[in-house]
């Protein structure tokens, strides 16, 4: 038994050994970012922020205003929720109240 024991440890030490080669012949195989002086970093960061849609004035507020009433509602249903479960629980264990 402790020889099919060690046998198994040796096993899975060389599975173990074989995918740490593979994985790190992986991460090597990845090609490195070129490097960018800062100056070209910032043209290219403007190019990029220049092509986004932005979204209008009304449509912000109109999104935050969902949000807030999304809070609410969900406010709302969690505190009658846990309030049913509450009365719940006092009726079958028989306490407080």
């Known amino acids: ?3 099919g024991g060690l046998a198994l440890a040796y096993v899975f030490e060389i599975n173990v050994m074989r995918r ?10 990845i090609p490195q970012m070129a490097k960018v002086n800062p100056a070209e970093f910032v043209r290219e960061v403007r190019a990029e922020i220049a092509k986004v849609t932005w979204p ?5 507020l109109v999104t935050t205003g969902m949000v807030f009433v999304m ?7 969690f505190l009658v929720t846990d ?4 009365i719940g629980m006092r009726a079958l264990l028989g306490i407080g109240g």
């Open 83 to 86: 309030q049913v479960l509450a």
């Open 71 to 77: 809070v609410l509602v969900f406010a709302i249903f």
């Open 1 to 3: 038994m402790v020889a």
């Open 20 to 29: 740490r080669r593979w994985h790190c012949r992986e991460v090597a195989a």
């Open 56 to 60: 209008t004035r009304k449509e912000t």
